[in-house]
């Protein structure tokens, strides 16, 4: 696969702040009093999320508009195929896992199932206990639905293509934002996390960002202004780390609103700097990089499911007495299983099912005549 090493470093980023704000449930155990250690985990989770958001719209932004050809619909039938194939065989793998793992714990299955199969469980309201990781597939999920549509609904309104697409994403995260700014001043009492950072329809416009620098990169790298926008960027996640640890997250107006959208903008204008990144990419770290890269949504899934079995089985059974003994002995070994876990899911199932999804791509085009493609 062609793949880009900045790209690799920053999804490797990604994911590892979320390992990092699940393991450290672990020292939260050990040192419950310590606020400062439940700041750090939560905003280890917070910012890496974000920035899966923004690469997620990234590399999503420059499929579509080299798949997008108007006035046909066909494109959409080929972007969602693409997409279904790469995301719903790993999510269904995990939400079944998640299923016999709740199964085991309180003899009945989880409530709302239904909802986990169509994304709905956090769509307009708080995400329930169960498989808690799943809050962000759906808000990918359905941006990969509506954002294709809107774009094709414009086109078909006789909007140039180009057009469409910067409108569509407009219209998007213009939703989004008034939704949070107008609920939040409506509602001072929604929480931070689970009532606004985690529900679908507030937080649509975070892979907007991405969709952006996907149509202007081009014009950034030829104009080298990766270095501008790398200081700018860190600046604004500066900001948006001071603003985390200095107010309260769930009475703060700025944190519930404009610092989601100010997260999104710095670590989108890091991006065009992190595309031409060469350094340690042929060492032992690179290689470290892009494994967790490649191995990113696997691990994702899976790591909160390892962390409560440890929990559950090792933590809570062996250490309860003493749970600062048991603190490092468990990270380590999530981490280590979190690893072989990922990395057999993605050899004997993830990948496998990414090959399957050019048989059925290959399967379809044979039915269907495909226009002359072009891009936007």
């Known amino acids: 696969m062609n793949r880009n090493y900045g790209l690799d470093v920053l999804r490797a980023t990604a994911i590892l702040l979320v390992l990092a704000s699940h393991t450290i449930f672990f020292v939260i155990q050990a040192v419950p009093q310590s606020e400062s250690i439940k700041l750090i985990s939560y905003f280890c989770g917070f910012w890496g999320v974000e920035l899966f958001f923004v690469l997620s719209g990234f590399l999503i932004g420059k499929i579509i508009r080299n798949l997008a050809v108007p006035p046909s619909s066909h494109w959409l039938i080929f972007f969602w195929?693409?997409?279904?194939?790469?995301?719903?065989?790993?999510?269904?793998?995990?939400?079944?896992?998640?299923?016999?793992?709740?199964?085991y714990l309180n003899g009945i299955l989880p409530q709302s199932l239904f909802s986990y199969l169509i994304f709905a469980q956090n769509l307009a309201w708080e995400h329930p206990v169960f498989f808690p990781e799943a809050w962000s597939l759906s808000i990918e999920e359905y941006f990969y639905l509506l954002f294709p549509i809107m774009i094709w609904m414009l086109i078909n309104a006789r909007l140039k293509p180009e057009t469409a697409y910067l409108a569509g994403g407009a219209l998007l995260l213009l939703f989004s934002t008034l939704l949070r700014l107008t609920s939040a001043a409506l509602e001072p009492s929604l929480l931070w996390d689970a009532g606004i950072r985690k529900v679908v329809i507030f937080r649509l416009d975070a892979l907007i960002y991405g969709i952006y620098l996907s149509c202007f990169i081009d014009q950034i790298r030829i104009r080298n202004w990766q270095n501008q926008l790398l200081i700018i960027g860190l600046i604004a996640l500066s900001i948006s780390m001071f603003a985390y640890f200095n107010l309260d997250q769930d009475h703060s107006y700025f944190l519930k609103t404009l610092q989601f959208s100010l997260t999104s903008a710095g670590f989108t204008l890091v991006v065009p700097y992190m595309l031409d990144l060469r350094m340690a990419e042929r060492s032992i770290l690179g290689w470290f990089f892009r494994k967790t890269a490649l191995w990113s949504y696997s691990m994702y899934l899976c790591n909160f499911l390892i962390y409560n079995m440890i929990q559950t089985l090792i933590f809570s059974s062996y250490f309860a007495g003493q749970p600062g003994a048991g603190a490092l002995p468990c990270i380590a070994l999530m981490l280590v299983l979190t690893y072989l876990v990922s990395g057999l899911v993605y050899a004997t199932y993830e990948f496998p099912m990414m090959n399957l999804r050019e048989s059925a791509i290959a399967q379809l085009k044979s039915f269907i005549t495909i226009p002359r493609e072009t891009t936007l």
């Open 81 to 103: 195929i693409k997409r279904w194939f790469r995301t719903i065989p790993c999510y269904l793998l995990f939400l079944i896992l998640n299923i016999f793992w709740y199964f």
